[in-house]
């Protein structure tokens, strides 16, 4: 305890020279407490990324495959088109039809990966419903026939070059469990009746489907009526499928747009915003589109963006034999966009740290030294009158002590105050990309269409793609954590350590007789 009182009392009689070294490690603290601070912060937000950016991956049909489909396609005329269709046969109609999807086989041998957390399957897809007429279809229909009058030509017929498309296809989304929709799980899309189809309406497929609120008012249904479904490449017994309608959902984000168009003119009073897709157990869709065992795609979430490497070799391992017809695209680059701009400031934080806490140490150092040689007689006096090396050595601990915990606890209030300007100012001034929901998807393949995005991804029965027009700059939120103080008292031990090494040397070696003798 008399060490402690002869401490405190020298640090109070030399105030003026304390009271300068902790002003000096008082800036510098601040810096390097600052630049914990942004590290800490850093972190913290790259790890929440991790939880939802960086970890989805799916196996879909390649661009590559897809482009070169499309060009040979492109090459054929009218004419020849209608005799390959005239001409194939039952087995190369399926073939055909199964062109442009994924194997099951495929999509669940990739599901047994360790890394693999949890695993969709989705197909997408036209079917035609005899009962039901697709205002927005026909819409389409209606100005290009009207835009074909006014330019003098043939307009009606066909279809839009939408593969076949008629006023009573619709768009079928199917996955293994509804509610695990993006649609639904991310608030674009609400069950507001009924309920969702399950895992078990997928493995014993039953033909239940989920109807969007405007489509039902429109044709007068409800939950338990049931709907005519078209089997594709089908006739006679077994042509046809009935679906009971089990949930009705609402489109949140096209409410305000349902409400404008009613308002409109009345050729445009039956246009619905929120679209015309069904969603209904994968096994269903895959009955209705003729293609058992073929998926749009596999989705996937694994552990962590950290094992994408990982995850992309195991890939290889499984689609050995493929070619170049399927890829895995992972959201790495939307990590990457959001992730970098943070990683860069944490980084710059480590440089600035180190250099702080370095200076730090130096300015103690260095002040320790001017402290000991202006008091050598004050230590050869208390060495001569029986002071111990232990006890000296102790009394300007407890100084030393005295002058850091005065600097760092000064330096924690300031970063409180300057942490998050610190951030801002170490933050790259770049703007990263948002992940949108797509507004649109093509039936009948992809999502996308043909020439799909190749950064388009559809997390689990929704498309998503990164959208160039929609940005938002990356913020860095600096708070003050229960962590920063275990690391200021961290700091204050070991430079208060690092000031003790002058005096501990300077008094081991200190001969009281030698220093007397010099006055």
């Given at each position: 305890m008399r060490v402690f009182q002869r401490g405190f009392r020298s640090f109070r009689r030399n105030l003026v020279r304390n009271l300068i070294v902790v002003v000096l490690l008082f800036v510098c603290l601040t810096f390097s407490m600052s630049m914990l601070a942004v590290k800490l912060a850093a972190d913290s937000q790259v790890q929440t990324i991790k939880q939802t950016v960086g970890n989805y991956a799916e196996i879909k049909i390649s661009s590559a495959y897809q482009m070169k489909q499309f060009e040979a396609e492109r090459t054929k005329t009218a004419a020849e088109r209608s005799a390959e269709a005239r001409s194939l046969t039952t087995a190369q109609e399926q073939a055909d039809r199964v062109a442009s999807l994924v194997p099951e086989k495929l999509t669940d041998a990739f599901a047994k990966d360790q890394y693999v957390k949890t695993y969709d399957k989705v197909l997408s897809t036209s079917v035609t419903l005899s009962d039901i007429t697709n205002t927005n279809i026909q819409q389409l229909f209606q100005i290009r026939e009207n835009n074909g009058q006014s330019a003098g030509g043939a307009g009606g017929?066909?279809?839009?070059?939408?593969?076949?498309?008629t006023s009573n296809s619709f768009f079928f989304s199917g996955n293994t469990n509804g509610a695990s929709a993006s649609d639904f799980t991310t608030g674009a899309k609400k069950l507001i009746k009924g309920r969702y189809f399950t895992y078990a309406d997928y493995t014993n497929s039953n033909p239940?489907?989920?109807?969007?609120?405007?489509?039902?008012?429109q044709n007068s249904l409800k939950i338990g009526?049931?709907?005519?479904?078209?089997?594709?490449?089908?006739?006679g017994v077994g042509s046809t499928m009935e679906l009971k309608i089990i949930g009705i959902y609402k489109t949140v984000e096209s409410e305000s747009q349902s409400k404008s168009s009613s308002s409109s003119s009345s050729s445009q009073a039956d246009f619905n915003p929120a679209g015309s897709t069904f969603y209904a157990p994968l096994s269903v869709v895959q009955k209705l589109n003729n293609t058992a065992g073929?998926?749009?795609?596999?989705?996937?979430?694994?552990?962590?963006?950290?094992?994408?490497?990982?995850?992309?070799?195991?890939?290889?391992?499984?689609?050995t034999g493929t070619t170049s017809k399927y890829q895995l695209s992972t959201d790495l680059s939307d990590y990457s966009s959001i992730a970098d701009p943070l990683l860069k400031?944490?980084?710059?934080?480590?440089?600035?740290l180190s250099g702080a806490l370095g200076a730090c140490a130096l300015i103690i150092l260095l002040a320790?030294?001017?402290?000991?040689?202006?008091?050598?007689r004050e230590l050869g006096i208390l060495k001569a009158i029986g002071s111990t090396d232990r006890q000296v050595i102790s009394q300007f601990a407890v100084e030393i002590l005295c002058v850091c915990m005065v600097a760092i606890i000064l330096a924690m209030g300031a970063t409180a105050l300057i942490g998050q300007s610190m951030g801002n100012w170490l933050l790259p001034k770049t703007t990263t990309k948002t992940t949108t929901q797509s507004s649109s998807s093509t039936p009948g393949g992809a999502p996308g269409g043909m020439m799909g995005n190749q950064n388009q991804l559809y997390k689990e029965g929704s498309s998503f793609t990164t959208s160039s027009s929609t940005q938002k700059a990356v913020k860095l939120n600096v708070v003050y954590r229960g962590t920063l103080f275990l690391y200021g008292i961290l700091i204050l031990v070991g430079i208060s350590l690092v000031g003790m090494a002058i005096p501990v040397?300077?008094?081991?070696?200190?001969?009281?007789?030698?220093?007397?003798?010099m006055e």
């Amino acid at each position: 305890m008399r060490v402690f009182q002869r401490g405190f009392r020298s640090f109070r009689r030399n105030l003026v020279r304390n009271l300068i070294v902790v002003v000096l490690l008082f800036v510098c603290l601040t810096f390097s407490m600052s630049m914990l601070a942004v590290k800490l912060a850093a972190d913290s937000q790259v790890q929440t990324i991790k939880q939802t950016v960086g970890n989805y991956a799916e196996i879909k049909i390649s661009s590559a495959y897809q482009m070169k489909q499309f060009e040979a396609e492109r090459t054929k005329t009218a004419a020849e088109r209608s005799a390959e269709a005239r001409s194939l046969t039952t087995a190369q109609e399926q073939a055909d039809r199964v062109a442009s999807l994924v194997p099951e086989k495929l999509t669940d041998a990739f599901a047994k990966d360790q890394y693999v957390k949890t695993y969709d399957k989705v197909l997408s897809t036209s079917v035609t419903l005899s009962d039901i007429t697709n205002t927005n279809i026909q819409q389409l229909f209606q100005i290009r026939e009207n835009n074909g009058q006014s330019a003098g030509g043939a307009g009606g017929g066909g279809g839009l070059g939408t593969g076949g498309m008629t006023s009573n296809s619709f768009f079928f989304s199917g996955n293994t469990n509804g509610a695990s929709a993006s649609d639904f799980t991310t608030g674009a899309k609400k069950l507001i009746k009924g309920r969702y189809f399950t895992y078990a309406d997928y493995t014993n497929s039953n033909p239940v489907v989920m109807i969007e609120k405007n489509l039902a008012s429109q044709n007068s249904l409800k939950i338990g009526d049931t709907i005519e479904a078209t089997v594709s490449g089908v006739s006679g017994v077994g042509s046809t499928m009935e679906l009971k309608i089990i949930g009705i959902y609402k489109t949140v984000e096209s409410e305000s747009q349902s409400k404008s168009s009613s308002s409109s003119s009345s050729s445009q009073a039956d246009f619905n915003p929120a679209g015309s897709t069904f969603y209904a157990p994968l096994s269903v869709v895959q009955k209705l589109n003729n293609t058992a065992g073929y998926v749009t795609l596999g989705s996937y979430y694994f552990d962590s963006v950290d094992n994408t490497a990982a995850i992309k070799a195991a890939y290889k391992k499984d689609a050995t034999g493929t070619t170049s017809k399927y890829q895995l695209s992972t959201d790495l680059s939307d990590y990457s966009s959001i992730a970098d701009p943070l990683l860069k400031a944490r980084n710059t934080s480590v440089i600035g740290l180190s250099g702080a806490l370095g200076a730090c140490a130096l300015i103690i150092l260095l002040a320790m030294v001017i402290i000991i040689s202006n008091r050598t007689r004050e230590l050869g006096i208390l060495k001569a009158i029986g002071s111990t090396d232990r006890q000296v050595i102790s009394q300007f601990a407890v100084e030393i002590l005295c002058v850091c915990m005065v600097a760092i606890i000064l330096a924690m209030g300031a970063t409180a105050l300057i942490g998050q300007s610190m951030g801002n100012w170490l933050l790259p001034k770049t703007t990263t990309k948002t992940t949108t929901q797509s507004s649109s998807s093509t039936p009948g393949g992809a999502p996308g269409g043909m020439m799909g995005n190749q950064n388009q991804l559809y997390k689990e029965g929704s498309s998503f793609t990164t959208s160039s027009s929609t940005q938002k700059a990356v913020k860095l939120n600096v708070v003050y954590r229960g962590t920063l103080f275990l690391y200021g008292i961290l700091i204050l031990v070991g430079i208060s350590l690092v000031g003790m090494a002058i005096p501990v040397f300077w008094i081991i070696r200190l001969r009281p007789a030698r220093v007397l003798s010099m006055e």
